[in-house]
Nanobody, 124 residues
């Protein structure tokens, strides 16, 4: 069964750090561009970061630049999102996603396969 599985969420105080992981089951993640998204209660889902195939491009939302870092660990079939200097505004469910059948290695405009999400809560 093909799955994207997120892990690493939790509760942290403002200024703290978390590392989220997106692990592929039944698919090899280094063949796909992988995006991280988040959705806070009552808000629309927003893109956080993306990494293209072979790291051909890496993108960040302005709100997380210089605080978040996306990376691949191909040996573990994982894409990670290192989140530092967390703020209460980062509280959300975080999802990883990809586009099956993407014609290009760059970060896609549309995603058609999603994980189940992991909760991140930043609170004192």
């Amino acid at each position: 069964q093909v799955q994207l599985v997120e892990s690493g969420g939790g509760m942290v105080q403002p200024g703290g750090s978390l590392r989220l992981s997106c692990t592929g089951s039944g698919l090899t993640l280094d063949h796909y561009a992988i995006g991280w998204f988040r959705q806070a209660p009552g808000k629309e889902r927003e893109g956080v970061s993306c990494i293209g195939v072979s790291d051909v491009d890496i993108e960040y939302a302005d709100s997380v630049k210089a605080r978040f870092t996306i990376s691949r660990d191909n040996a573990r079939n994982t894409v990670s999102l290192q989140m530092n200097s967390l703020e209460p505004g980062d509280t959300a469910v975080y999802y990883c996603a990809t586009e099956f059948g993407a014609p290009f290695p760059q970060c896609p405009l549309n995603y058609n396969y999603w994980g189940q999400g992991t909760q991140v809560t930043v609170s004192s």
